[in-house]
């Protein structure tokens, strides 16, 4: 979707600068040729104490700073936000807590992008298709804003804006990085501006990560992954009216998974493929008037396939008839205990069953090996029109309509069909301003889809500066998640291929055990009631934004969904509270510091809404310019867990960036951590945590970049 | 209303050389006028052209709108042409030309005998006072860049020690040169390599300041939160955050003053930024990114 009227979003203007300098254009002394107004009213963007929201902006100077390597570490510096790697490259993020089993209330845009997965709700946090040098900067919308960045933005929105190929000009990089348990990374970047305006960025990246040095069953760690990603951006302006964009993220590699499944004879490592496209189209009709025509596709290919050894009577097609007809009768019946039918129908299948195991005599009880796994494409296309007008001086707006195609097909996941949905929306966003120091917002979106029907997520807040530089706010907002085509329309069961020996008769037997979606799920929603302050405190030297929220989250799908218990719900619902602040300080040209934290209160009737929750949580950071050359920087991040299996979480970073005199286009960088607790643990079923550790609490990375 | 040349006037005189016709040219003669109404104000395109008119008495003072008219009057008052009356006495003082300009020209042009001191009123702003803006406009220790070429070097070394008084971080990025251009690609080359930067100076040099690269650079270094404080009312107007400039009624005013000097047997002033200035201001651009100091920055002109 197109991001609009937030941090970066395209409003309007107050024009009163307009209005001074078309008088004075024309008698300029020293700039004769006739220029346009290029930071038109439709570009400007709302100021930080406008907005209608907690909004938090990681820069690409603070990523720099700290060295930040993966998108989940840079959200460590967001209030509320929290952030556990479960493995090496299964990262699980949640604002203010939640189900840690799938986190999926958070979207995840890249240049308007959503990176959020249709089939299945997640984001591939570990392969996110962008470079963490590529960024120019993440803004965090801190509560729903469906209004302002469409579907899926239920909790929170992380937008990532990347360098355009305009903004970096000629230039090109190369960069390698060493670091511990071997991990490796190697990039190439490239943009340049042709003589006829044609601007183009590519980046290439490959990273090798070896992920902990032991997770829960193994004593050596298999979580490492493997990433290739690539991207090109291009950005044409025909004209002094019209922008051309077009831009492809492809990420692609391997992730180490240790187990799936408790038969399983060789790994089930994942290999996916991450492709996403976007067109856009921009014209500036007058300085009141913007249009911007989106269109979006993206494809993700996923594969994970492993080895693995099962009695040949699971695969008795008359004990997956009884398992559809009463799962509770087919484990009876296959852990031996007595099953208890409670009609002629499960009579019959039951016998059925009995009969067929029994023909298989003592081969049903033999191991039968092959390979299986999850073969799934998940698709999307998106268009989306949107126009920005200014009113007056006191009333700009965007409104837009769009539509969405989510799809997808999987042999395991949807029983080989495609599945799908279709969903058109509307919306808009007005930004009032009654008198100077008042600041009204009003968004509302609307969309329909063909499986949970419609939706209405307001947005209305209300900004008071009570001086030029403290400013006072209070909005409600709602957002909402639709149920993936998993959970809506999911038909999942394993196939064995190259079974060894043969199942008698069928080439590729089916597990018993299958999952199929009843449908008819709601969104998941959630309502926040903020009031906030945002002011700059001793002039200038320090920018404060405090927020006490409440957040009522409800009909969500909470159940962890596996093949034996697949029957999701929205039952589920989760009540939080509590209070963010940062405190961003340069005391001098040379220092700069922030601090960050949240004190959250969760309550919740379903247990697994708990399983990610941090009452307290919080960072401290700090970047000193030793020269012009020489700047050192220092984070230390600390949270405190209360969920059952969730581990407390603490590190510090000591890092460095340094251009060598000598070498002018040479930069060294380098970052050491250490950990306050070297085991990350989370909550994985009823009574059982996984844990991961390092083996030792102090880790580094190296770097050299080379600027040709 | 502008005078044409009238050749065999008794009246005081101050020659205009230069393209009057502009508006900001047209207003400052005007105004000029009115401050000096026993004077009389002539215009001329080029220096040949007074010289032409035979114009008597000479005038008290010649006055040069912009870099080619200084370098027009210099040049061509070295060549002696019969029955002219040039005073060997009369002072040229140089508008609409930067500082940096000015000194290559006086530098580069020898000047003829038969003209008096040359002086200048700096065209651009005064570096200091566009510094303290920036300073005003945080109001914290703050960094700030500026793209530099070859032409503006002598600029660039004021300003870093202006720089360093005011306790700001200057970053200097040299840019190179494509001919007589910079290309887009090198200016957003530089300006993406420093993005620590809190704000960038722009100064005035045609080479980067361009119509068809100020989009640009105004484009990306917003989309950056990196304001561009301008050297003129037209950059601020485009998306500049601000900027000090001279009004043609403020430089008027400040001409006059010098004139009167001069008229009272004093020598020229020496060359220096004018001692009025305005300054523009983009108030959405301020506001959008979270600045909002306009009132601030409007309260620093220095009005006569």
């Keep these: 979707m197109i991001k609009r009227f937030e941090q970066t979003a395209l409003v309007l203007a107050l024009c009163s600068a307009a209005s001074v300098t078309n008088a004075t254009a024309t008698m300029d002394p020293l700039f004769d040729t006739a220029t346009d107004l290029v930071i038109t009213p439709t570009r400007l963007r709302q100021s930080v104490a406008e907005l209608p929201a907690a909004v938090t902006v990681v820069t690409a100077l603070t990523i720099a700073d700290l060295g930040l390597r993966s998108l989940p570490e840079a959200l460590r510096l967001v209030p509320g936000m929290d952030v556990t790697q479960v493995d090496g490259n299964d990262y699980r993020v949640n604002y203010h807590g939640g189900n840690i089993l799938i986190p ?159 038969r399983q004879t060789s790994f089930p490592d994942v290999r996916f493929t991450d492709v996403y496209g976007a067109v856009n189209w921009r014209r500036d009709w007058n300085d009141s008037l913007e249009t911007k025509v989106r269109a979006t596709v993206l494809n993700q290919d996923q594969s994970q396939g492993w080895s693995t050894c099962v009695p040949m009577g699971l695969f008795a097609p008359e004990l997956g008839a009884l398992w559809r007809i009463n799962p509770q009768l087919a484990t009876a019946l296959v852990t031996g205990a007595t099953p208890k039918p409670s009609s002629a129908a499960e009579v019959a299948a039951l016998t059925a069953t009995a009969r067929a195991i029994g023909a298989l005599g003592a081969r049903a009880t033999q191991n039968l090996c092959g390979t299986t796994g999850i073969e799934l494409t998940e698709r999307r296309v998106d268009i989306e029109a949107q126009a920005t007008v200014v ?58 889809d063909g499986k949970s029907g419609s939706e209405f997520l307001p947005r209305v807040g209300a ?77 200038g030297h320090a920018v404060v934004d405090v927020v006490v929220f409440r957040e009522q989250q409800r009909d969500l799908v909470s159940e962890k969904l596996a093949i034996n218990t697949f029957s999701p719900t929205n039952k589920g619902s989760l009540t939080t509270s509590g209070i963010e602040a940062t405190l961003d300080f340069k005391p001098t040209e040379k220092l700069s510091v922030s601090v960050g934290g949240a004190l959250v209160h969760a309550r919740s009737e379903t ?3 708990l399983t990610q929750t941090v009452p307290l949580s919080g960072f401290l950071r700090t970047t000193y310019v030793l020269s012009d050359d020489l700047r050192i920087s220092a984070v230390a991040y600390a949270s405190n867990a209360s969920s059952p299996g969730l581990r407390s979480f603490g590190r510090q970073d000591l890092s460095l960036r340094y251009k060598a005199s000598a070498f002018r286009k040479v930069t060294f960088t380098g970052t050491l951590s250490h950990l306050d607790n070297v085991v990350t643990g989370a909550y994985q079923d009823v009574g059982r945590a996984s844990t991961s550790r390092f083996t030792q609490s102090v880790r580094g990375i190296i770097g050299l970049e080379v600027a040709l | 209303m ?41 215009t001329a395109e080029s220096y040949q052209a007074y010289r032409s008119q035979n114009v008597t008495p000479p005038p ?44 290559t020209i006086v530098k580069t042009v020898k000047v003829a005998s038969s003209l008096g001191a040359v002086s200048a009123l700096y065209g651009d702003p005064d570096p200091a006072i566009q510094l303290r803006l920036i300073q005003a406009t945080f109001r914290r220790p703050v960094s700030v860049g500026v793209w530099a070429t070859s032409d503006t070097a002598p600029t660039v070394t004021k300003l870093q020690t202006l720089a360093a008084a005011l306790d700001i971080t200057l970053v200097v990025e040299n840019v190179a040169l494509d001919g007589d251009r910079v290309a887009i690609a090198e200016v957003a080359r530089a300006t ?47 998306g500049a955050a601000a900027s000090a400039w001279v009004p043609p009624a403020m430089l008027a005013n400040d001409v006059a003053e010098m004139y009167r000097a001069i008229a009272r047997g004093a020598e020229i002033a020496n060359p220096r930024y004018s001692s009025h200035f305005d300054v523009v201001v983009n108030e959405s651009v301020l506001r959008s990114l979270s600045l909002p100091v306009a009132q601030t920055l409007k309260q620093m002109r220095r009005a006569p």
């Design chain 1, 463 to 539: 900004n008071w500066a009570v001086t030029p530089t403290q400013t006072l706010r209070a909005s409600w907002a709602v957002g909402a998640r639709r149920p993936d085509l998993q959970e809506q329309q999911g038909n999942w069961s394993y196939r064995l291929i190259n079974a060894t020996p043969a199942y008698p008769g069928i080439a590729q037997p089916q597990y018993y055990q299958t999952g199929v979606a009843q449908g008819g799920l709601l969104p998941e929603r959630n309502e926040r009631l903020e009031v906030g302050y945002h002011g700059n405190w001793v002039p």
């Design chain 2, 192 to 238: 993406s390599a420093h993005i620590e930067v809190d704000a960038w100076l722009a100064l005035p040099d045609a080479a980067i300041f361009n119509a068809s690269n100020l989009k640009t650079i105004l484009l990306v270094t917003y989309a950056r939160s990196q304001p561009v404080f301008g050297f003129t009312a037209t950059m601020v107007t485009a």
């Design chain 2, 2 to 42: 502008l005078l044409v040349l009238v050749p065999g006037s008794t009246h005081a005189q101050i020659v205009v050389v230069g393209d009057a016709t502009r508006t900001y040219s047209t207003a400052f003669v005007e105004r000029l006028q009115a401050l000096l109404p026993s004077v009389t104000t002539r």
């Design chain 1, 104 to 262: 999926r209330r958070l979207n995840v845009m890249i240049d308007g992008i959503s990176v959020y997965r249709p089939g299945l709700s997640r984001v591939n946090w570990s392969a996110i298709p962008v470079l963490m040098s590529d960024i120019e900067r993440i803004e965090v919308t801190r509560g729903p804003a469906s209004a302002a960045y469409g579907p899926n933005s239920m909790t929170a929105v992380v937008n990532v804006i990347t360098k355009s190929a305009r903004a970096t000009g000629g230039s090109t990089q190369i960069s390698v990085q060493f670091g511990s348990s071997n991990e490796r990374n190697v990039s190439l970047q490239h943009s340049n501006i042709a003589d006829n305006g044609l601007a183009y960025r590519v980046s290439m990246q490959r990273e090798i990560t070896n992920g902990y040095d032991a997770i829960p069953a193994l004593k050596v760690g298999h979580d490492g992954q493997t990433i290739n990603r690539g991207t090109l951006g291009l950005d044409f302006t025909p004209n002094a009216r019209d922008s051309l964009g077009f831009q492809v993220l492809v990420a692609d590699g391997t992730k180490q998974v240790e187990t799936i499944d408790s």
């Design chain 2, 60 to 103: 008290k003072l010649f006055i040069a709108l912009g870099a080619e008219a200084l370098r027009d009057v210099l040049v061509t008052s070295r060549s002696t042409t019969p029955g002219q009356s040039v005073s060997t006495a009369t002072p040229v003082l140089s508008l609409l030309t930067t500082q940096d300009q000015y000194a």
């Design chain 1, 607 to 609: 247990a697994l809404e």
């Design chain 1, 391 to 448: 009113v007056s001086a006191q009333l700009r707006g965007v409104v837009g309509i769009g539509y969405r195609r989510d799809s997808g097909r999987s042999d395991s996941l949807s029983g080989g069909k495609d599945v799908a949905a279709n969903a058109a929306r509307a919306f808009f966003n007005a930004e009032y301003r009654p008198i100077d120091n008042v600041t009204l917002n009003l968004g509302l979106y609307v969309d329909r």
